[in-house]
């Protein structure tokens, strides 16, 4: 159990799609459901599904094209309403009330960038990162980056210590990073935890601590990053910096599990056959091991396990993962 999840810096994600979503609190989307439309013998709508008439609260409740067209309105009102823009670049990047155009969607966030936005200086980073809808220059990623981290953006200060390690061939800038890192984290963001957790484990740009790094893995899993949960699980597991605490490992390993985690399928699977800090259940300990084996994580010992499980509890572990699986 002493094997770690093979975290290392360097697979750590610079700006996912995720992030870019981040980058806007309050413009997500809920899962809330289309507002029904008006017969003409009851034209009133429901209660709590009229369509808003803020474009940032239509983004939120799902009505994209009714965002879209009050951002629009917005722009064209105030030419320098670069929280609008910012709107509009999101949508044009998803494809959500508008058509998919990450050149667009680009445009829209430098022109937000260039009035301070930082929500709309880390997109167009991202843009630049990834090369969406503009040439990639990762040179100019950073300026964008770093454009928001001025202002505190917590994941433009995780991207701009992930460039610290990637974009310094030879000798990544381990202290620049955590840096950057600490002040994410400070920020908000729990990849940056992570990292910190990460480095801190590692002894790279800081004294090695384990104590140091089991409570980044700590604020990481509790702000609900996965690879946070499987590290600080792990750490819990072997007491490494923490008190040894298997039934707590558990709860995270399964935890992490259920987000489709291999690594924590696999020590789930293995606690489960074994008893260790969760009750005994084969056929639960035999779903994850194979959701865990589907996903490149062989371990022979669960394959023995396997074996012994009676014709009954084989149909029981198939319908588990296909349940999980959503079959």
Do not use: C
């Amino acid at each position: 159990m002493r094997s770690r999840a093979g975290f290392i810096v360097a697979a750590l994600l610079l700006a996912s799609p995720a992030l870019a979503e981040d980058a806007k609190p309050g413009l997500r989307p809920s899962q809330a459901p289309e507002a029904p439309k008006a017969s003409p013998d009851k034209p009133a709508a429901i209660p709590g599904f009229e369509e808003p008439s803020d474009p940032f609260a239509a983004y939120q409740r799902g009505f994209y094209a009714t965002a879209f067209q009050l951002a629009l309105k917005r722009v064209e009102a105030n030419k320098t309403d670069a929280a609008a823009m910012t709107l509009l670049g999101q949508l044009y990047r998803e494809g959500n009330g508008a058509p998919r155009d990450p050149a667009e969607a680009a445009r829209w966030f430098r022109l937000a960038a260039d009035l301070g936005d930082a929500n709309a200086a880390f997109a167009y980073g991202v843009s630049l990162l990834k090369g969406q809808g503009v040439p990639l220059d990762r040179a100019a990623a950073q300026k964008q980056f770093q454009r928001a981290a001025e202002k505190g953006h917590a994941e433009a200060l995780y991207n701009l210590g992930v460039l610290a390690i990637e974009d310094t061939p030879g000798a990544p800038d381990f202290k620049k990073a955590t840096d950057y890192f600490l002040r994410g984290a400070a920020a908000g963001s729990a990849d940056s935890a992570y990292s910190l957790g990460v480095l801190y484990h590692n002894g790279r740009g800081v004294d090695h601590n384990d104590h140091e790094a089991v409570g980044w893995f700590k604020q990481a899993a509790e702000a609900d990053n996965v690879p946070g949960m499987v590290e600080y699980a792990i750490m819990l597991f072997n007491g490494e910096g923490v008190l040894r605490d298997e039934a707590a490992a558990a709860r995270w390993f399964l935890k992490a599990a259920q987000r489709n985690n291999p690594v924590a399928q696999n020590r789930a699977a293995r606690l489960l056959a074994a008893g260790r800090g969760v009750q005994t259940n084969l056929v639960e300990a035999m779903k994850w091991h194979l959701l865990a084996r589907n996903a490149g994580i062989q371990d022979a010992w669960l394959d023995g396990r396997l074996t012994q499980l009676s014709t009954s509890q084989r149909a029981a572990v198939e319908e588990a993962v296909k349940k999980f699986n959503g079959g």
